[in-house]
């Protein structure tokens, strides 16, 4: 348990806004983003000495918006001249998108320290490690609680095989004889809305429950897993590895992100999905582990 080397994890969800606003896929517009447009000029008439990139806007109002619908709304305050998107090419971290309040005349300093930053945890061995960690930090929580991880990497179960594609499961993980097929994401983006359903498709298929264990999912993919008898589990905060504290405090700290290095996943996080697996079999919830 614990054991990784580079060619189990692939960075492809770089925690970074990798193409212009225009050009990203959005779901179609939701009435939602009305409101939203409304609390984000309100937000940048308060900070209009500020500088942000859109990813970090997405997390600061994830709370109350989906990331999409945060993403609609500054496409919007930008088209309506309410907010000014300024877009920057980086020789490593590509094409991000810096917002701010138009008028504000010394946008590029602040600019640079974001993307300082961003360069720095988009790196590919950070975001090697970032996904290394998530995975280790739940091979060793989930035992706690009783969830045993009996398989990695996983396209083949009980007899069957996915072929479909060439996509895996991250863990197996079994208790009381049902096998949870689990998904572990550590990046500051939901899951890739694709490759969401391809990993239903693959619980369904392998006989296996799925179990999604993210920093931060929207409820209807949160409904989504639900209604096919599985559990979504948000851990909220990115969890960098140890020996990141100070960088991952910075992180937060500058740029408002949920990051920490925390040495376990926190019991709570855990008792969630091992209480909501009580309910399940029909056995008592506990309070501790």
């Known amino acids: 348990m614990g054991d990784w080397d580079e060619s189990d994890y692939d960075p492809r969800e770089p925690d970074y806004e990798p193409r212009e606003p225009e050009a990203e896929e959005l779901p179609p517009r939701d009435h939602v983003v009305d409101r939203a447009k409304d609390e984000l000029e309100g937000f940048f008439a308060i900070n209009n000495a500020a500088v942000y990139y859109q990813r970090q806007l997405q997390v600061v109002f994830e709370q109350k918006y989906f990331h999409w619908i945060t993403a609609h709304a500054l496409r919007e305050l930008v088209a309506e001249r309410m907010i000014t998107v300024e877009i920057i090419t980086h020789p490593t971290i590509g094409v991000i998108a810096m917002y701010h309040a138009p008028g504000h005349r010394y ?72 096998a949870y097929g689990a998904e572990i994401k550590n990046t500051l983006a939901y899951i890739d809305r694709g490759e969401l359903d391809v990993k239903l498709r693959m619980c369904l298929h392998l006989g296996l429950r799925p179990l999604f264990i993210v920093r931060m999912a929207p409820k209807n993919y949160i409904d989504e897993v639900q209604k096919l008898g599985g559990f979504t589990l948000v851990f909220k905060f990115q969890f960098y590895p140890l020996g990141e504290k100070v960088f991952a405090d910075r992180v937060k700290a500058t740029l408002g992100l949920y990051t920490d290095s925390p040495l376990k996943v926190h019991d709570g996080t855990v008792l969630r999905f091992l209480n909501w697996h009580l309910r399940k079999i029909g056995k008592p919830t506990v309070t501790a582990l």
């Open 107 to 178: 946008w590029r300093r602040q600019a640079n320290k974001i993307i300082d930053l961003v360069s720095r945890f988009s790196e590919p061995m950070f975001t090697l490690a970032l996904g290394a960690h998530g995975e280790m930090m739940f091979d060793a929580a989930l035992p706690r609680a009783g969830f045993m991880p009996t398989a990695r990497k996983v396209r083949s179960y009980s007899g069957r095989t996915w072929d479909e594609t060439a996509h895996d499961l991250d863990r197996v993980f079994e208790r009381d004889g049902i």
